[in-house]
């Protein structure tokens, strides 16, 4: 059984900073793509990055110039730091990670999602 867990969200003023981290556990797994996605209040989860296992990034254009996506393959997590922070950054923040499960048929290929981190910037 694999399971995500998210830290380091919060409330910030505009402008400031927050670092988002999120730690697979379990065993019998690989990781491959490793993500951040977000969701506001009324609106659709979308992307905001992601990295392979060999460190090519990805951003939202929204995104860029601010975040930076990082990986610690070692300990299994991914990070988001977030500067410049905005109020319409205002949402909830899922990892999300692309594995393969090493004890089943074909070691079939599985997303998992974290549950969730509220970050709010005040204006």
């Known amino acids: 059984q694999v399971q995500l867990v998210e830290s380091g969200g919060g409330l910030v003023q505009s402008g400031g900073s927050l670092r988002l981290s999120c730690a697979a556990s379990g065993n019998g797994f690989n990781i491959y793509m490793m993500g951040w996605y977000r969701q506001a209040p009324g609106n659709e989860r979308e992307l905001v990055a992601t990295?392979?296992?060999?460190?090519?990034?990805n951003y939202a254009d929204f995104v860029k110039g601010r975040f930076s996506i990082s990986r610690d393959n070692a300990k299994s997590t991914v990070y988001l730091q977030m500067n410049s922070l905005k109020p319409e950054d205002t949402a909830v923040y899922y990892c999300?990670?692309?594995?393969?499960?090493?004890?089943?048929?074909?070691?079939?290929?599985?997303?998992?999602w974290g549950q969730g981190t509220l970050v709010t910037v005040s204006s």
């Open positions: 999300n990670v692309g594995l393969r499960l090493l004890n089943t048929p074909n070691c079939r290929y599985l997303e998992v």
């Open positions: 990295i392979t296992s060999g460190g090519s990034t």
